[in-house]
């Protein structure tokens, strides 16, 4: 990531003028506010504002008029047992707004996810960075041979310096195009809003994205998650940590019950009990397809 000076001193002011507030603030949020964290070889995540913490959605849970209870341990319990049972309603009273700087091909995946509020960058409006991802050489893999949807070994040596000098060469040439199209010597040029088509998929756009608690965690459920790749989850893990200093009891919930926990099907449930009393189970007489099977074992052994 490469902030200009100018950017750096702007988070740097944002920082330091405080304001006196009678809302509930998070001390782990306020810590990381403004803050940008590097993603990727020019990607950031930073937050810009939020509202609640864990307090919040017990609040919201109870109805009540004041800040709920004082014992923690009774808002754990309470978090924990809104999670449990898909009581989702008082995490979207917690919102938070995220400034990213992705790659395109990034960002395609991200919008998918609708339940947000976005404001992308105007490349109509405005000319891009010359910035694109290049993978690091630990995440320039092969296709996979087992998953269609996934990556295998890594390339090595003379291969790998073949496909990254492509990835420079490609997106060099794009670039020095575009900003000959934009202008040619002093004359006016084709307009922005044409020129960026012909730019590579891995050139970085930024957005405001604000979503809420709940959404957040389906967000992050799936993108966190090793199904999904590599590039996204980089940026959905810097989230995980940004939202456990923000929300830690709802966070804690939502690792153990979510991300650590696992959806059990009814013959997933009939072939654990008929396993645990001693009968031996196969995909033959469980019921289950080969794939079920596959994940059913994959969890359980
Ligand atoms: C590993 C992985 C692989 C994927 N592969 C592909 C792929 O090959 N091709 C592809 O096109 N997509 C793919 N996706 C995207 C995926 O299908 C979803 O579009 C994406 O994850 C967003 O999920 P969502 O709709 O639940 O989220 P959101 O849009 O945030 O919605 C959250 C929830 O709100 C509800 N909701 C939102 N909008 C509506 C609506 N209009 N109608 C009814 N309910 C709504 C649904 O319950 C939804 O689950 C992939 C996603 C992952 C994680």
């Given at each position: 990531m490469t902030l200009t000076p100018e950017q750096q001193a702007e988070i740097q002011e944002a920082r330091a003028e405080t304001r006196p507030t009678l809302r509930v603030t998070s001390e782990g949020m306020e810590k990381r506010l403004y803050v940008a964290h590097e993603v990727l070889d020019h990607g950031l995540v930073r937050v810009i504002d939020y509202m609640g913490d864990?307090?919040?959605?017990?609040?919201?849970a109870r109805v009540s008029y004041g800040k709920g209870?004082?014992?923690?341990?009774?808002?754990?319990?309470?978090?924990?047992?809104?999670?449990?049972?898909?009581h989702s309603t008082p995490f979207e009273m917690c919102e938070v707004k995220f400034h990213v700087k992705l790659p395109v091909f990034v960002a395609r995946q991200w919008i998918r996810h609708r339940t947000a509020n976005v404001n992308e960058y105007s490349a109509r409006y405005s000319i891009l960075d010359r910035e694109f991802y290049i993978p690091a050489?630990?995440?320039?893999?092969?296709?996979?041979?087992?998953?269609?949807?996934?990556?295998?070994?890594?390339?090595?040596?003379?291969?790998?310096?073949?496909?990254?000098?492509?990835?420079?060469?490609?997106?060099?040439?794009?670039?020095?195009?575009?900003?000959?199209?934009?202008?040619?010597?002093?004359?006016?040029?084709?307009?922005?809003e044409l020129a960026r088509m012909n730019l590579p998929a891995n050139v970085y756009t930024q957005w405001y994205w604000k979503v809420d608690l709940h959404n957040l965690f389906h967000f992050l459920r799936l993108r966190a998650d090793t199904h999904a790749q590599y590039e996204i989850r980089a940026y959905a893990e810097v989230m995980c940590d940004i939202v456990r200093d923000w929300v830690p009891l709802a966070y804690g919930a939502?690792?153990?019950?979510?991300?650590?926990?696992?959806?059990?099907?009814?013959?997933?449930?009939?072939?654990?009990?008929?396993?645990?009393?001693g009968e031996v189970v196969t995909q033959e007489n469980s019921g289950m397809s080969k794939g079920e099977w596959r994940e059913f074992e994959g969890v359980w052994g």
């Open positions: 864990d307090n919040a959605i017990t609040q919201a209870t004082k014992h923690v341990t009774n808002d754990e319990g309470l978090i924990r047992y809104l999670m449990r049972h898909w050489p630990e995440h320039l893999a092969a296709q996979s041979t087992v998953n269609n949807q996934g990556r295998g070994e890594l390339l090595q040596g003379e291969e790998a310096q073949r496909v990254l000098d492509i990835l420079r060469d490609d997106a060099t040439r794009a670039y020095d195009h575009y900003e000959d199209m934009l202008s040619q010597d002093g004359q006016k040029g084709l307009a922005r939502f690792e153990d019950y979510r991300m650590g926990g696992v959806n059990l099907s009814g013959k997933g449930v009939e072939a654990l009990k008929r396993r645990l009393a």
